[in-house]
């Protein structure tokens, strides 16, 4: 939750991903382990697919586009600076 929660108070995105947006990241984590043969979601497997499921979902602002800071860039900065929970 934080990481989607950072991408709606990022200033380098003018849309932030949506509820439903979480809900497909958490899918896709549950079924990243699952393949890994795990029957639980690390911190690590949701930093692995946070590009790739939300970057679609995200709008980058126009000060982002124009210094060419891509979307993926974006959402690895916002995965990188937000803190992993404790256990």
């Known amino acids: 939750m934080a990481i989607v929660t950072a991408t709606r108070n990022s200033p380098d995105l003018r849309l932030g991903a949506s509820p439903r947006s ?3 990241l958490l899918r896709a984590s549950r079924a990243y ?3 890994a043969g795990r029957d639980y979601v690390s ?3 949701i930093a692995a697919l946070a590009g790739a499921v939300l970057s679609h979902r995200v709008l980058p602002s ?3 586009q124009l210094a060419r800071h891509s ?3 974006i959402i690895d900065s916002i995965v990188r600076s937000v803190p992993v929970p404790d256990k």
Do not use: K, R
């Open 22 to 24: 979480s809900l497909q």
């Open 33 to 35: 382990a699952a393949m």
């Open 62 to 64: 126009t000060e982002a």
């Open 71 to 73: 979307v993926a860039d």
């Open 43 to 45: 911190p690590d497997d």
